[in-house]
């Protein structure tokens, strides 16, 4: 196939074409280019805001920061729908000064020309009319009324979305689509929750077919491309033969030759002198007689790595999509409970209510136990702090990765003077019995298009660093909270256990992430599925090591 790949040439490009011309303009032809150059001006500045806005917005990573998106599009509009009827009102004033000098001009073709101004009115208005109306006719030519629009973008341009943005957007697209397995027509369709919402159009199919295209997903690509064919023939805003040109390719790089010539056939077809297309069409006839057994459609079969890791993710994908089943004799141990921690006082009025969810390791789910008022206080403290959110790398460094696309921010309770955050730190202390001194902030996280956290473990195992410049030790347990009511996928799962807790407004999961041996449990690695509809928030509660000497006893058995 290697050999192969070098013998065809494939590979659409986009092509830039530039010209210059020096020439002398005469007046009526200044005035064309300078109106020309205002609209340039005007969309020139409106590209500029949307593809070169501040990169380190990153708006496709939090749900939160997009929604300011709708109102700051509706003021625009309103900007835009100003400038359309001040703009009318200004055509409308030369198309009716045109009318006018049309309609003397007809007149005069009644009559002869020269007796036309043998009458002194006559003469009189010809006069005037180059005196106020063709000598005032240059102002209104050069009127500018794309001020106000182009000062609201310019304003507005840090608020506005970046390349980066549209393409992580698309990329979440894709990510939601294997996730869920979901085909392209279902996710161009836009009916995937309650609301009504607009479809994708051929364009739009196509630019997520060209990311992917670019991204060398030659699977994804085909399938995005044959969405867009399918939504070219309802009409659509794109180029057949581009179209034809990412199948042709798509195919030959999956290893489907037959499928590959047919799409270039059908590029021919619609454009029978593209150059790349007839080179390749002579290949493919060359492979067709001197080898008919390589021309066939059988896909090029994946590597070891690769298939190493998509063993992982297709279990991932499957336990977003659906939990595995509970043994019945595990199922009948489950158990609900109130806990009032051993008579505290503040739990014996109202106890924690607590679900067991799994039994080995344990994992809890509490119901309620965040009021509806701290859930907005939350987010009203940590809409402010989100950035794009970070992980640690084996030597401790915070970066960020394409596996993890939310936005966090942490939460000081010195920064909240109503107190409710040292109420939750109490409230998870009561029902823990470990301190809060070591802890790590609140940290609070909105997850963006298609929002996910891959795969993770929340501990530091044995050859990464374990939180050395915290002085806390190692993650010994994890609280999250969700904190908002998701439509449509947005799990928490436990990939080695094939455990699915589906986010409930008000409720958290609890685990230990360490044995009380103080090694890691590998059994909690868990991940963050994509947000199919809705906007998920939730709270993340990392307590440490150091401080639970006497709150948590330890074991010397490394299994325990």
């Known amino acids: 196939m290697a050999d192969k790949q070098k013998a065809f040439v494939c590979l659409p490009m ?37 593809l070169l806005g501040v990169a380190q917005c990153e708006l496709f990573t939090a749900i939160a920061h997009m929604e300011g998106l709708l109102g700051l599009e509706s003021e625009l509009l309103t900007s835009l729908n100003s400038y359309i009827t001040r703009e009318k009102d200004r055509i409308q004033q030369l198309e009716s000064f045109a009318d ?40 209104l030519v050069y009127q500018d009324n794309s001020h106000d629009l182009m000062a609201n973008l310019s304003v507005n341009n840090y608020r506005l979305p970046t390349q980066e943005d549209f393409n992580g957007a698309m990329t979440a697209v894709m990510r939601l689509q294997d996730t869920y397995d979901l085909q392209p027509h279902e996710l161009a369709s836009g009916n995937l929750g309650k609301e009504k919402s607009l479809s994708m159009d051929a364009l739009d199919c ?15 690509a085909r399938d995005w491309m044959k969405e867009a064919l399918h939504k070219f023939e309802d009409g659509g805003d794109v180029d057949l033969v581009s179209i034809y040109d990412h199948l042709s390719f798509s195919e030959y790089s999956i290893g489907n030759l037959k499928r590959a010539a047919g799409y270039n056939k059908d590029l021919l077809q619609n454009e029978p002198n593209h150059e790349r297309a007839l080179s390749n069409m002579a290949y493919f006839n060359t492979l067709k007689d001197e080898k008919p057994d390589d021309f066939i459609d ?54 924690v209510k607590v679900e067991v969810v799994y039994l080995d390791p344990r994992i809890y789910i509490l119901r309620g136990i965040v009021s509806d008022r701290e859930i907005e206080r939350l987010k009203e403290l940590g809409g402010p702090v989100l950035r794009r959110a970070t992980i640690r790398d084996t030597d401790g460094n915070l970066i960020y ?35 809060m ?54 799990a928490t799962v436990f990939t080695e256990l094939g455990l699915r807790i589906a986010p409930s407004k008000g409720d958290a999961t609890f685990w230990w992430n360490l044995k009380k041996s103080g090694e890691g449990d590998l059994r909690t690695r868990h991940a963050g599925c994509p947000v199919l509809v809705g906007s998920k928030w939730v709270c993340n509660k990392w307590i440490h090591e150091r401080g639970q000497e006497f709150r948590r006893q330890c074991d010397l058995n490394k299994n325990l």
């Not at 002869?112 to 000598?135: A, E, I, K, M």
């Not at 196509?206 to 994804?220: C, H, P, Q, S």
């Not at 890791?309 to 019945?328: L, W």
């Not at 004799?329 to 009025?349: A, H, M, S, V």
């Open 14 to 50: 986009c092509h830039k074409e530039s010209s210059q011309q020096n020439t002398l303009l005469s007046c009526s032809e200044r005035q064309e280019q300078a109106l020309y150059s205002r609209m340039a001006r005007l969309l020139t500045l409106l590209m500029g805001a949307l």
């Open 100 to 139: 006018q000098v049309s309609g003397i001009h007809n007149l005069m073709d009644e009559v002869d020309p020269t007796s036309h101004l043998h009458n002194p009115v006559n003469s009189l208005h010809l006069v005037g009319r180059f005196t106020n109306n063709w000598g005032n006719l240059a102002d």
């Open 206 to 220: 196509y630019r997520v077919g060209r990311l992917a295209y670019e991204e060398k997903n030659w699977k994804k």
């Open 298 to 351: 059988q896909e090029i079969p994946m590597n070891e790595d690769d298939r190493l890791e998509m063993s992982e993710r297709e279990i991932y994908e499957a336990t977003c999509r659906e939990g595995r089943p509970y043994p019945t004799e595990i199922e009948r141990k489950l158990t609900c409970f109130y806990y009032n921690g051993g008579n505290n006082p503040r739990l014996i009025i109202q106890p």
């Open 401 to 435: 990765t394409d596996y993890r696309t939310s936005q966090s921010g942490w939460l000081s309770p010195a920064d909240d003077d109503q107190g409710y955050l040292v109420k939750i730190d109490q409230r998870i202390e009561d029902f823990t019995g470990l301190t």
């Open 437 to 490: 001194e070591t802890a790590e902030q609140l940290q609070v996280c909105n997850y963006g298009i298609g929002g996910h956290y891959e795969p993770h473990y929340d501990f530091a195992r044995n050859d990464e660093d374990a939180f050395t410049s915290l002085g806390t030790g190692n993650r010994m347990a994890t609280v999250l909270f969700y904190i908002s009511a998701v439509e449509r996928g947005g």
